[in-house]
């Protein structure tokens, strides 16, 4: 079935790199997807990745994609206080329309 | 400045009776689609519509309805017939054109049902 994974929650220290990770079930999913939300705010668009490639770097963050384990994961280097969110992983079915499948998302918390 | 709107930020409504949501986007898009989101939970589609006069359900449709007689207008009504209808809701567009058509999100209406 359809189902995307994450970790709920993960603490790191400023200035440390987080990594946030996501495990995905469709293979033939295009796209995949790292979005980012603020307390009571909407989803921000961090990032993406095509399904061919393997890794995608964006300033502070990177993306690795390992399709044979059907993982996906976010660096974010140097983490600041301001990256204390929650962090969407989603993928994109493919076929129709432009489904997307969110996990439940990882609350990222930024301590001194 | 492009962008989507969603009004109210707040909205509380009695049991029993219907509310609309707005979504309003003008970043000329032809996709748009409503997510609900509850606590520790994961986006779940409510309705999406690839064009204008036409709609579609996803997966949670039932209690809901939307209309799409504008490009750039999206409204969901919750109706009475939503048996828990208090969740932080979601609006979004694409634009399918683009390989990617990435959804962008507006900033969310939070409905409580007192």
């Known amino acids: 079935g359809e189902d995307v994974e994450q970790s709920l929650f993960l603490s790191v220290r400023e200035g440390d790199s987080s990594v946030i990770n996501c495990t995905y079930t469709?293979?033939?999913?295009?796209?995949l997807y790292w979005y980012k939300q603020e307390p009571g705010a909407g989803l921000q668009l961090l990032t993406y990745?095509?399904?061919?490639?393997d890794m995608k770097q964006d300033q502070r963050l990177t993306v690795l994609l390992n399709k044979k384990d059907k993982h996906l994961s976010l660096r974010i280097a140097d983490t600041q206080t301001g990256d204390s969110a929650i962090y969407f992983c989603a993928e994109n079915l493919s076929g129709g329309y432009n489904k997307l499948i969110f996990g439940a998302g990882t609350r990222l918390a930024v301590h001194p | 400045d492009g962008g989507i709107t969603q009004s109210p930020k707040y909205l509380f409504r009695k049991e029993g009776q219907n509310v609309t949501l707005s979504c309003e986007q003008n970043l000329n898009h032809d996709a748009m689609y409503w997510y609900r989101q509850d606590p520790g939970q994961g986006l779940r589609l409510i309705y999406y519509?690839?064009?204008?006069?036409?709609?579609q359900k996803g997966d949670i449709a039932e209690g809901y309805s939307v209309s799409r007689e504008k490009k750039e207008s999206f409204p969901l009504t919750v109706t009475s017939a939503q048996k828990n209808p208090t969740a932080f809701y979601l609006c979004a567009s694409s634009f399918p054109g683009l390989l990617t058509d990435t959804q962008y999100f507006g900033p969310g209406t939070r409905l409580t049902v007192l």
């Open positions: 469709d293979s033939s999913s295009t796209y």
């Open positions: 990745i095509f399904s061919n490639m």
């Open positions: 519509s690839q064009i204008v006069n036409d709609f």
